[in-house]
């Protein structure tokens, strides 16, 4: 299920659950792939369900355990997708996103705080 988040100053819909096949098609179709410096962490926040999604970033490589690609897809808009093996973990993959009429309806009305823009 979708999140609305901030993110750089616009809000997104960010998804942790693509099947790998639709992993592959999305890439497939990504157009101005620009690998973003630094590291990331995307973190959820919550008891039972999640009450907040944090992203932060670094401009030190080793800080967070999450690479990124920012790109544009034809049907997502303008996409980022964060990659990385947080501890305790087998890895993860975050997808945020700009056309959020692309997938499921979002859960939030409000944008979660994302990275504080």
């Known amino acids: 299920m979708p999140w609305k988040v ?4 616009k809000n997104y819909s960010i998804e942790s659950y693509f099947d790998e096949d639709y992993v592959a098609e ?63 973990t087998e890895g993860e993959l975050h997808v945020l996103y700009t056309n959020a009429a692309a997938n499921d309806p979002v859960y939030n009305e409000t944008a979660f705080e994302g990275d504080g823009t």
Do not use: W
């Open 26 to 88: 999305v890439e497939a179709n990504m157009i101005d792939v620009e690998e973003l410096p630094g590291s990331f962490n995307v973190a959820s926040h919550g008891e039972q369900i999640v009450e907040n999604i944090t992203i932060a970033a670094s401009a030190d490589p080793n800080e967070f355990p999450f690479d990124a690609v920012k790109a544009n897809h034809p049907q997502l808009g303008e996409i980022y997708i964060f990659t990385g093996v947080p501890d305790g």
């Open 6 to 9: 901030r993110f750089r100053g």
